[in-house]
């Protein structure tokens, strides 16, 4: 049994696992913390900046992103105090001045309280990556496909496959874009593109290639939503990508460098 430690979270006394992520407790005591970058089922990243939150102790203070701050017994959180609220803005404001465009962000900022930004765009006419990583550790950790990976440093940082090249590892499976809080990723369209110039009677089934049943032949060319079996997993799925039902999740990544 998980050693139970003592915390105070917004001035009330609650127990947690000793070393457990504080965006995992907050959830589980109905404190709302907002993130763009995290997936439970995923290591932490912590790039998007927005689930911050202050931690005192000794008197002493610090801002913590909660996806990836382990919590420790004595650890007084404040995940609400406007000095919180004000830096999660600031966080939100940088990411819709990368991504002006982009439906899902410049809703997510209106809700948060930020209709516009300071920031100027990433690239001329705004970018549609926030650079969350959610696609990169997906198929690294879960699908084990590792099709995609960081590309250059600084400004240019971008999201990219191996060489420029759609990869042959990638099986469509679409968690990439399942997990996309923008409409960067269309690795699924583009391996249906390629699955589709091969014979008909050997194109494989997109759940046969994620695990489900080996050697599954596509009937519906890909047309999944006419599919029982898409059907099936869609609904046993539930709120995720039926990938996280196929598949266990791995070790953490070795960060996906595709230099």
């Not at 439906?103 to 809700?111: G, L, S, T, W, Y």
């Not at 046969?208 to 890909?222: K, Q, W």
Request: with cysteine; hydrophobic share 30%.
């Amino acid at each position: 049994m998980a050693e139970k430690i003592e915390i105070t979270l917004n001035g009330k006394k609650v127990f947690a696992e000793n070393r457990e992520p504080l965006i995992a407790v907050c959830e589980r005591e109905g404190v709302y913390i907002p993130a763009l970058c995290h997936h439970y089922r995923l290591e932490p990243y912590g790039a998007c900046r927005i689930c911050l939150s202050k931690v005192t102790w000794d008197k002493k203070s610090k801002y913590v992103t909660s996806c990836n701050y382990p919590v420790e017994s004595g650890d007084v959180i404040d995940t609400e105090s406007d000095d919180v609220i004000q830096l999660r803005k600031l966080s939100i404001e940088a990411l819709l001045g990368r991504c002006p465009s982009e439906k899902k962000i410049v809703e997510f900022a209106r809700e948060h309280g930020v209709t516009e930004s300071r920031f100027p765009p990433a690239k001329p006419g705004g970018d549609d990556c926030i650079l969350c990583g959610l696609c990169v550790r997906v198929c690294d950790e879960v699908v084990g496909a590792r099709a995609l990976g960081f590309m250059s440093r600084g400004p240019e940082r971008e999201v990219s496959t191996p060489f420029l090249v759609h990869p042959e590892s990638c099986i469509g499976c679409g968690a990439c874009s399942a997990l996309c809080p923008t409409t960067r990723m269309k690795m699924e369209k583009e391996k249906v593109t390629v699955l589709l110039t091969e014979h008909g009677d050997t194109r494989p089934c997109r759940y046969a290639l994620m695990g489900f049943f080996p050697g599954g032949i596509c009937a519906n060319s890909y047309q999944c939503y006419k599919c029982d079996i898409d059907q099936k997993y869609r609904e046993l799925a539930g709120d995720e990508h039926p990938i996280f039902m196929a598949r266990p999740v791995g070790s953490v990544s070795d960060g996906g460098e595709v230099d």
